[in-house]
């Protein structure tokens, strides 16, 4: 059988070797330490924007003790982008909050601003003003930052930011991660730097991200004895996993640009196949291009669909996967509240993710493009 093509697999570097073995020699495997310091200051400094932040165990983590941070309680309201992980909604229910789902606009394939408003005046009516509004930048693709914020700021609600997909995209030069109220990052096997596991809350009020700490350090009172007056949480970053974060760190604009010049391949290598599309920067957009990710229009591709690729390229050892599953089709969403259209379904029925990872071989893409273009010409 060929070699596996995986569809995104971690990364290491140069130095993030050095970074674990200084760890080990100081014997600073623990919970904390100086590189879960430093591996924070790191991000303030790369995402700019005057910005505080906390790294915990995970990017859902982070999204849990934003909600409580906010204050989102027992039958509150949040608004989330339905196309997304269910790991952007889970923490909504942890809070035992109501999700509200809205549809995605057909240019960058997140949150619709329209969809959005038209969720908050119908919410306002019936006397449930949200509490929070969660846009996602999907595959690293930022969303339209600009109107979701304005809609937030002409209705008071707090956006909590999840770029979890999308460290180093940018809208106007502004990192993403840094537009909302409070953000969360993700560093994921997966992502487009890693830590094994692990993510990150950003906050422009430190007195956020210095609650945040608090609860994911088991909120432990300032006493000589274990004394607590708040429920807490075990969820911050060990200093191991920092140490991999900084060493990663040092190479994420490599791996930017690396991940930018797997999507321009396929770009040009399936460019003349109609029925084939791929989702364009807006102007004054800078997406990381975590995955690549292509629409398949069984109408003008011959029949071909979307799962015809994705089963071809699995015959020949090739991971992807279709886009994300929308939120409000899901089972365990099912009976919450909707708002927009169908273009999230469709994104769904039509969408494929490619091999996007910064490791892959000039060779390794051929073959990913050779087996869609057999199937495609079949």
């Known amino acids: 059988m060929n070699s596996k093509i995986w569809l995104s697999s971690p990364h290491m570097g140069s130095n993030e070797r050095n970074f674990v073995n200084e760890t080990f020699d100081s014997n600073w495997v623990a919970p904390l330490g100086p590189n879960v310091d430093g591996f924070e200051k790191d991000l303030e400094q790369y995402l700019g924007q005057d910005v505080y932040v906390s790294v915990l165990s995970a990017g859902t983590a982070a999204l849990h003790l934003a909600l409580i941070v ?3 309680e027992m039958d509150d309201e949040v608004i989330c982008q339905s196309i997304t992980f269910s790991a952007s909604a889970n923490p909504i229910r942890y809070q035992h909050a ?16 329209n969809a959005l408003e038209d969720a908050i005046k119908h919410r306002k009516a019936k006397g449930k003003m949200p509490k929070a509004i969660i846009p996602v930048h999907l595959y690293g693709m930022p969303a339209k930052m600009e109107d979701i914020i304005a809609i937030a700021e002409k209705y008071e609600i ?5 770029a979890a997909e999308a460290l180093g995209s940018t809208i106007n030069r502004v990192m993403c991660g840094t537009f909302g109220e ?10 487009i730097i890693t830590t094994s596991g692990g993510g990150a809350l950003v906050a422009k009020n430190k007195q956020y991200t210095d609650k945040a700490t608090f609860l994911a350090t088991q909120a432990r009172d300032p006493a000589p004895h274990y004394q607590h007056s708040k429920i807490g949480y ?3 970053m060990s200093n191991i996993c920092a140490a991999i974060g900084r060493g990663q760190m040092e190479v994420l604009p490599a791996r930017i640009e690396q991940r930018r010049k797997n999507f321009e391949f396929y770009k040009t290598a399936l460019k003349d196949f109609p029925g084939i599309a791929f989702v364009e920067e807006p102007e004054g957009y800078f997406s990381n291009r975590w995955l690549t990710t292509i629409l398949v229009d069984p109408t003008k591709s011959g029949g071909i669909t979307r ?72």
């Not at 109501?98 to 601003?113: A, K």
């Not at 927009?340 to 969408?351: D, K």
């Open 98 to 113: 109501t999700p509200v789902f809205v549809d995605s606009e057909s240019e960058t394939w997140n949150m619709d601003p």
């Open 234 to 236: 075990n969820y911050r």
């Open 158 to 162: 707090p956006i909590v930011e999840d």
């Open 182 to 191: 409070l953000s969360i990052l993700s560093f994921n096997g997966n992502k």
């Open 70 to 72: 906010l204050g989102v």
């Open 307 to 378: 799962e015809d690729i994705r089963l071809a390229l699995l015959e020949e050892n090739i991971e992807s996967r279709p886009l994300w599953k929308p939120m409000h089709l899901q089972p365990v969403f099912k009976d919450f509240p909707y708002y927009g259209g169908n273009i999230s379904e469709n994104l769904f029925e039509n969408g494929l993710c490619l091999p996007s990872g910064s490791n892959l071989e000039e060779r390794e893409l051929e073959r990913v493009v050779d087996k869609m273009t057999q199937t495609i010409r079949k």
